[in-house]
């Protein structure tokens, strides 16, 4: 008989176990989780650390060279240079 409850009990701590271990939180499925989470944010770092690259190599270009600040003012501002003639066309029938 003694046998008998001691095998329930044991049989009924390893079902505990098992559930902590698969089920609860810190356990196998919320790692699992995790892992997806973080791979998520690292995807994400890395195009935004591409996009600050790109950001930081336009301001370099903007405080160093005139080039690129003459390139926008053309294409934001419609601005011409002294001696050029400036050319609109437009396409038939555009208002």
Do not use: C, K
Not at 41 to 60: C, D, G, T
């Amino acid at each position: 008989m003694h046998r008998r409850i001691a095998t329930i009990v044991l049989a009924l701590m390893l079902l505990a176990l098992q559930w902590r271990l698969w089920v609860a939180e810190g356990g196998i499925s919320h790692t699992l989780a995790l892992q997806t989470q973080v791979q998520v944010a690292e995807a994400e770092i890395e195009q935004l650390s591409l996009r600050n690259a790109r950001l930081a190599a336009e301001v370099q270009d903007l405080e160093t060279g005139s080039q690129a600040i003459e390139g926008r003012a053309r294409n934001a501002l419609g601005m011409i240079a002294n001696g050029e003639t400036f050319y609109l066309v437009v396409a038939p029938g555009a208002e």
